[in-house]
């Protein structure tokens, strides 16, 4: 007997190219949907997919049968959402793309909020770097920085407008100058950032309403926010940050807090997905609660 589940897999694998990527999304190993597939391909008595130790692709077969299923598919979720909507006990699954920044900031106002208030739904973050199609990866919302929303999207402003914060420690500015301006940076040490694409993020800065940015150096470079705290923390650098990560230790005067007056404020992260027809009462409470800390946002 075929299942829902099987042709979901197969649609997955498709779309990311990678068992192992299909995998994750899916939630189960990757020898679990491996077998999944092989048992599909004996029963079915056609190879659905090439598979080398490097990539993996569609057979001719296979292309055939997604075209085909994709459309069956997406009518019988739909029919399941629609029969889903009539719950009163939103239950299910939910899944969330972000950035890991964005969900280091949501994580608890949001998500483990709702997650007290419906306990028989599970939500599923995927943080990362690259802004992807919700849709085709099979995700019901995005949250990105507001001018990152694709237009096609309603997005939800989920929070207070964001700001960079440049940091130090207390020790490591003992014995050294604090900075007044941005090219000042230059003569110190600072923790430097590779971004997702293999790039140096170049510190950003604004005077008179022009952008200002400042290509730093320093002894040590990281690609990730909590390890970069860690560095500063130890008096390695001076580090940039938004706001948020590092709010804690300026107010426990772990941290101390310069150029403040060149971070100005940047846009709101939102919360954005498709238009659909149907919703699940799971993702429709989600909604609200993004709607409600909206409210709540604007109203400090």
């Not at 950035?99 to 939500?123: H, I, K, N, Q």
């Not at 500015?173 to 230059?186: F, G, I």
Request: proline share 7%; aromatic share 8%.
């Amino acid at each position: 007997m075929y299942k829902l589940t099987d042709f979901d897999a197969v649609l997955a694998i498709s779309r990311r190219g990678s068992f192992r990527a299909a995998a994750i999304d899916l939630g189960m190993s990757t020898s679990a949907l491996s077998n999944a597939i092989a048992k599909l391909e004996e029963q079915l008595g056609v190879r659905l997919f090439n598979r080398t130790t490097r990539s993996v692709s569609l057979t001719g077969a296979g292309r055939r049968f997604v075209d085909q299923v994709s459309p069956a598919l997406r009518d019988i979720h739909q029919a399941l959402d629609t029969v889903r909507a009539q719950q009163e006990t939103p239950s299910g699954a939910l899944r969330i793309n972000t950035f890991a920044t964005a969900g280091r900031e949501f994580l608890s106002p949001l998500v483990l909020e709702y997650l007290r208030r419906f306990p028989d739904v599970t939500v599923d973050v995927v943080t990362e770097g690259n802004l992807v199609d919700i849709v085709a990866d099979g995700f019901d919302f995005g949250v990105r920085s507001q001018p990152l929303v694709p237009s096609d999207m309603i997005a939800i402003p989920i929070g207070p407008p964001r700001r960079y914060a440049v940091v130090a420690a207390p020790a490591y500015l003992e014995t050294r100058a604090l900075p007044r301006v941005p090219s000042d940076l230059l003569a110190h040490d600072c923790i430097r950032t590779r971004l997702p694409n293999g790039g140096m993020f170049r510190w950003q800065f604004q005077a008179d309403g022009e952008p200002v940015q400042v290509d730093v150096k320093g002894p040590i470079t990281l690609d990730e926010a909590s390890l970069a705290r860690i560095a500063v923390l130890e008096a390695v650098g001076i580090g940039y940050f938004m706001e948020s990560d590092v709010q804690a230790d300026i107010d426990a005067g772990r941290l101390v807090r310069m150029l403040e007056s060149w971070t100005p404020p940047l846009a709101p992260l939102c919360l954005y997905y498709p238009s659909r027809r149907n919703p699940p009462a799971a993702f429709k409470v989600f909604v609200d609660l993004a709607r409600e800390l909206a409210r709540s946002a604007r109203r400090r």
